[in-house]
């Protein structure tokens, strides 16, 4: 009887995976792409003019450009030298690890469509947040 709902639960798992996998390649493939082509487009110069403005942007482009957290440190870095502020950087590098909009089709076919939007909306608005807490308990720390 064991036995039986293992192999049940192994062939429903797989044909789950299998019905889910056109989705995952494509995901993975939009990924590649955003993350070829987004440090490329983020300079300096986009940066610059008012602040909630720069903050919005970075957020929006860390969420586009979804990728792995070196990568992010390593385009922050390079932002902070060429004298991005710390409230952009902090929104896209957050943004950029936790949103995913690239991802959402495939999290809202696994997690359902609800979740999957409300949670990149709370990661989106907290982005922002932790950007402006971290840069305000730098200055507080000295």
């Known amino acids: 009887m064991l036995k039986s709902k293992l192999e049940q639960s192994l062939r429903k798992s797989l044909h789950t995976f299998i019905n889910i996998l056109p989705i995952i390649i494509g995901m993975l ?5 955003a993350i070829t082509f987004f440090p490329k487009m983020i300079s300096p110069e986009l940066f610059g003019q008012y602040e909630i403005v720069d903050v919005l942007l970075g957020s929006s482009l860390g969420s586009i450009a979804a ?7 390593i385009l ?13 950087v902090t929104a896209l590098i ?4 936790t949103v995913g909009v690239v991802q959402l089709p495939a999290e809202a076919l696994m997690l359902g469509r609800r979740f999957a ?8 608005l907290s982005a922002i947040a ?4 971290t840069v305000y308990t730098m200055r507080l720390i000295g």
């Open 117 to 124: 939007l409300v949670r990149n909306l709370v990661c989106f």
């Open 67 to 73: 990728g792995h957290p070196l990568v992010s440190y």
């Open 76 to 88: 922050g870095g390079e932002l902070i030298n060429e004298g991005v502020s710390l409230f952009v």
């Open 130 to 133: 932790i950007s402006y807490l």
């Open 29 to 33: 493939l939009l990924t590649s792409l």
């Open 94 to 97: 957050v943004s950029w690890v």
